[in-house]
């Protein structure tokens, strides 16, 4: 037997179910699919361009707030890093083709309990509202020289 768990060594067919109806959304309408953006920063690259650009990198891609909570780590870079990596990750889920709103308008901020959640202002919230995003996910994480984002999207029923 193969480890797929089938005698002949192929990939089992699984059945087709057929579509749940969700309360809200009409029949017939597309289906309501979560969508995933992801990035990788290498926090050499951000240590980088802050030596190049200092302040003025910082107000071009981040608000005041994610500062302010960046430097109270030891070393802010890894932080500054995951956040760049997360608002990457939100333009990937907005599907931006052209005229991407500015950095600013994507904030990673901190619930009570510390875990990060995103707030979007201006055209990233206008992006969003028109493709019915009803709420985004986010996880963050870094180790040694990397930093990467995971934004989920679920779309809302209109």
């Known amino acids: 037997m193969s480890t797929n768990g089938t005698a002949s060594g192929g990939w ?11 309360a809200g959304v009409a029949p017939g309408a597309p289906p309501l699919v979560p969508r995933a953006g992801v990035d990788l920063v290498q926090v050499s690259e951000v240590r980088r361009a802050l030596a190049s650009f200092g302040e003025r990198y910082l107000r071009r891609l981040f608000t005041p707030g994610e500062v302010d909570d960046c430097r109270r780590a030891a070393d802010p870079v890894p932080h500054l890093a995951a956040r760049l990596a997360a608002k990457e990750a939100t333009i990937k889920v907005l ?14 901020c901190r619930r009570a309990s ?25 996880s963050l994480s870094h180790e040694g020289d990397l ?12």
């Open 12 to 22: 089992e067919r699984l059945p087709v179910r057929p579509a749940v109806a969700v």
């Open 114 to 138: 510390g875990a990060p959640e995103l707030s979007l202002t201006g055209e990233a919230a206008r992006l969003a509202e028109a493709q019915r995003l009803a709420g985004l996910s986010l």
């Open 95 to 108: 599907g931006v083709d052209d005229l991407q709103p500015p950095w600013t308008a994507i904030e990673v």
């Open 147 to 158: 930093a990467i984002a995971f934004v989920i999207a679920m779309p809302g029923a209109s």
